[in-house]
């Protein structure tokens, strides 16, 4: 039976592949277990462990607090994907890492390929690239799933954010001039387990993964009100607005059709997922 260890035990991807395991036998670390901030500790603990696939879905993901603490941002985004992938490396093992919209950079107005330029512009995304670049320099045999705007049942997410704000307040501002594809972490989740599942020697490499459809915030939050908050009035503003540390792209539309042929997926539109997640949510 194939093991798969699962870095990062409580956050939203992670929490979504164990509600939907497969048919494998599965390991998942916290945080105190797998300390990414801490190379040393960090290997010791892999290297006691065995399995035949890595998924790492813990990251460093506070885009704007990462402009202040960017070497702690670097140790776990940039540097411990490359100890995670030499040990791949040393045990025969496959890794699937989950990265980030946020490694490309501005001026883009088509959906972003895999091989397109990368250029981060803040300092998340940096450390983002980073990582992806000494998994490169570790381990063949890696899957990079670039993925954007996430969303889970579990943790803090827009979405969720939204419904609560929407119980106290009669009027929210959202951007609009930002533009992407949300992810339900449970598609993610789902396409994961389908590529665990599939013949992977010939299919290493990077890939994006999101929802289909595209929309900005601004429609993201309309679409998560319409439902049970349509009282809320929501009022479109520029980023301007909204000054934030960290810059974000404006437009990073992820095009999904290397992994859709590769690994034969099905991804439904966003708005699909995001029912889909409500239901769940008041279930």
Not at 111 to 135: C, M, V
Not at 223 to 237: D, F, G, Q, S
Request: glycine fraction near 6%.
């Amino acid at each position: 039976m194939q093991k798969i260890l699962v870095v990062g035990k409580t956050g939203q991807l992670a929490q979504a592949i164990a509600a939907n395991t497969g048919p494998w036998e599965y390991e998942f670390l916290s945080r105190d277990e797998a300390n990414l901030s801490n190379s040393d500790q960090l290997a010791q603990t892999i290297r006691r462990r065995h399995f035949d696939v890595l998924i790492n879905t813990a990251a460093y993901t506070a885009v704007d607090k990462a402009e202040e603490e960017r070497d702690l941002a670097t140790k776990i985004n940039g540097e411990a994907p490359g100890v995670l992938a030499k040990i791949c490396a040393e045990k025969g093992a496959v890794m699937i890492h989950i990265s980030t919209d946020y490694v490309f950079g501005l001026n883009w107005n088509r959906p972003l390929q895999e091989d397109d330029p990368t250029d981060p512009i803040n300092a998340y995304g940096r450390s983002k690239w980073e990582g992806e670049e000494a998994i490169r320099k570790e381990l063949n045999e890696h899957i990079i799933i670039r993925t954007s705007w996430l969303y889970g049942l579990s943790g803090h997410n827009f979405p969720k954010t939204m419904l609560r704000l929407a119980e106290s307040r009669k009027e929210l501002k959202v951007v609009f001039d930002q533009v992407g594809n949300p992810t339900f972490a449970h598609d993610l989740a789902e396409a994961i387990k389908t590529i665990c599942g599939s013949e992977l020697k010939n299919s290493f490499g990077t890939y994006h993964f999101s929802n289909e459809g595209v929309c900005s915030w601004y429609d993201f939050a309309r679409e998560t009100l319409r439902k049970n908050h349509p009282e809320v009035a929501l009022e479109p503003v520029t980023s301007d607005e909204f000054p934030t540390a960290a810059k974000r792209p404006h437009y990073s539309v992820l095009n999904k059709k290397k992994i859709k042929n590769t690994f034969g997926l099905k991804i439904r539109h966003w708005q699909d997922a995001l029912a889909d997640f409500q239901e769940k949510l008041e279930s």
